[in-house]
Each structure stands twice: as C-alpha cells, then as structure tokens.
C-alpha cells in the first residue's frame, strides 16, 4: 500500500500528465524505471520525445520545486533517457527535449509551471 506521500506524487504527476495534454502533448508512457532511477512523464509533442520531470515542494521548503532539480537529478534523468532509447531504438530518430512541471505549495490545489526545454545535456 503506498505512503500519503507517495499517492500524493503519483497524484501530482497525473495531474501534470492532464496538464500537458491540455497543451498539446501526449503520453508515451510514466514512470519508466531504471538502475539510474525513474523518468516522470516521457510525452510526445509533435515529433519531439518529451521527458518531464515532475517536481513538487510542500509550503515549508527551503527550496522550491523548480530549483530543485539539480545538476545530479539532470544527470541521472539523461542517463535512465539512454536507457530509455536502448529499449526502444526507434526512439533514436526523434529529437529529444527535457521539461520540467513544477508545482509548489498545496496539493490540493496545484499551480503547474511548465519549463520546457529545461536542460540540454548533449
């Protein structure tokens, strides 16, 4: 049975997921695991394959959800994305753009900052 924290993520990202298909996307597939961790969203948009980072951060954070997402998180994200790839070669002849959905604050009432393009790691 998951944690209240992990159905709020999982909560979260559904709502992100919705969210971008208001705009225009469309899912490819959620929570792709790998040994380098967990891809979010993988969307299309057009022909471009869109990974999405789904951050959230409570009221109390020092941090806020966008800022959140550090040089390390970037990193594993570009690294399970080959992994990605490597299960799905077809994917090789699309261009690739990593976003991030922030949402800060209540839950309950999310507020989705959409970055797209927010990191180019090659």
Known sequence: MPSARQRTGFDIERGAARFLESKG??????????????LDLIMWHNETLVVVEVRHRGT???????????????QRIVQATRRLIAKHP??????????????DGDPNKPHFHWLQDAFRPW
């Open 90 to 103: 077809a994917l090789q002849q699309h261009s690739i753009r990593f976003d991030v959905v922030a949402v």
């Open 25 to 38: 996307l469309e899912q490819f597939a959620s929570n792709f695991s790998s040994r380098f961790g967990e």
């Open 60 to 74: 109390n954070s020092l941090v806020g959800a966008l800022e959140s997402v550090s040089v390390t998180k970037r």
